[in-house]
C-alpha cells in the first residue's frame, strides 16, 4: 500500500519531526541523558544531527519545488 503525500504535506511533516526533535533536545531530561559518559550511538550522532539532517532535507525539497517552478513558468514563453 502507498501513502499519497503532496510535496507540502511532506515538507510540514519533516518540519513538524524537527520541531518535535528541538522541544525533545531542549529538555532537561534529554541533555542529562546526553551528556552521560554512558550515552554513545554506533555513528556518534547526536539528535542534533538529526534535526540538522531534516533540515537538508526540507531545503533540498524547497530547491526542486522553486527549480520546477521555474520549469514550468518557462514553457509556452519562445525561450
Known amino acids: 500500500m502507498e501513502i ?21 533536545g531542549s529538555s532537561r531530561d534529554y541533555r542529562k541523558i546526553q551528556s552521560s559518559e554512558h550515552f554513545s550511538t554506533s555513528n556518534d550522532v547526536v539528535l542534533n ?3 540538522n539532517i531534516l533540515g537538508d532535507v526540507v531545503n533540498a525539497i ?3 519545488e522553486q527549480f520546477s517552478q521555474q520549469g514550468e513558468s518557462g ?5
Open 4 to 24: 499519497k503525500l503532496t510535496t507540502s504535506e511532506i515538507r510540514t511533516i519533516l518540519q513538524g519531526c524537527q520541531y518535535t526533535l528541538r522541544l525533545v
Open 49 to 51: 544531527d538529526a534535526f
Open 62 to 64: 524547497e530547491q526542486v
Open 75 to 79: 514553457h509556452g514563453t519562445g525561450n
